[in-house]
């Protein structure tokens, strides 16, 4: 099944997406799925068909910033969490999905469980992969120093951190060529660098995760948490006993499976996403 590869003007953002239609029948509500750092939606690539041949239209774009997305100046764009959401609810309007299932992965993709948090009459269930849920939840040292005045504006341009990046997050080996893929926009514009270092200087990360706490433990649709166990940055013990404490909520262990679940073992995360979309809510 053929992944399209889009561009879409919203306002003066240009937002990069892909997405996948399902042949046959088309009454399925559509999955938005949101990378973390410093990934995009290339980390998709091989569960946007798995979806579509369930009957479910899929969409996977790369966040303002990030891979092949416009990469505005920080006086343009303020890579703030507040900036991020405003930016997706247009980015959602634009295609008119006033309806969707939502699946977010790592840092940045935190961003996704705010924008349901803020706006659940749009989200029918919400799954979280190994992202940022509790105040515990801190970002990584191999995040953090991409984001320190004068070191991180060096660190940022180099394309080869996006190798160490997404290879420490679980200890697997991305294949070159869709190495070359993440790398692209780093070697095609110092932008991409720039937006990654506001994005750490901005993530309030504090705040961000205090606000996710509270509201996933007030969420009433379906919620789903699959955690790689092999994350070393959000260990799974802390997911899975959070995850405990909210009513309703499935939690699901990806054995074998690091910080970026997708990437490492997408077999794994199809199944869990599957079984959580195609499950009856429990009235």
Request: charged share 20%; with cysteine; hydrophobic share 45%.
């Amino acid at each position: 099944m053929t992944v399209g590869e889009h561009q879409l003007e919203v306002g003066n953002l240009r937002w990069f997406y892909r997405d996948v239609q399902p042949t046959g029948t088309r009454d399925r509500l559509p999955v938005v799925l949101l990378h973390g750092l410093p990934a995009q939606s290339y980390s998709w690539r091989n569960v946007l068909p798995a979806l579509a041949a369930q009957g479910f239209p899929a969409i996977a774009p790369d966040w303002i910033g990030y891979g092949f997305s416009a990469q505005p100046d920080r006086r343009d764009f303020a890579y703030t969490p507040d900036a991020f959401i405003e930016a997706l609810g247009h980015f959602l309007a634009a295609l008119e999905i006033s309806r969707c299932s939502l699946v977010v992965q790592g840092f940045l993709g935190s961003v996704g469980v705010q924008y349901a948090l803020r706006h659940p009459e749009q989200i029918d269930r919400l799954a979280i992969l190994n992202a940022p849920v509790t105040t515990a939840a801190k970002l990584p040292w191999k995040m953090q120093q991409l984001g320190i005045p004068l070191v991180g504006d060096m660190m940022t341009q180099d394309p080869l951190l996006v190798d160490r990046t997404l290879e420490g997050g679980g200890g697997y080996r991305v294949e070159d060529a869709d190495l070359d893929v993440y790398r692209r926009p780093f070697l095609k514009s110092s932008d991409a660098g720039r937006a990654l270092l506001a994005t750490i200087q901005n993530l309030q990360l504090k705040q961000t995760t205090a606000e996710i706490e509270a509201g996933l433990h007030q969420w009433t649709n379906p919620l789903l948490l699959a955690w790689g166990d092999r994350d070393p940055w959000l260990p799974i013990d802390v997911a899975e006993l959070f995850a405990r404490a909210l009513n309703g909520a499935e939690f699901v262990k990806l054995e074998e499976v690091g910080h970026y679940p997708q990437e490492d073992w997408h077999e794994k995360v199809n199944e869990a996403l599957l079984l959580f979309l195609r499950r009856q809510a429990v009235l």
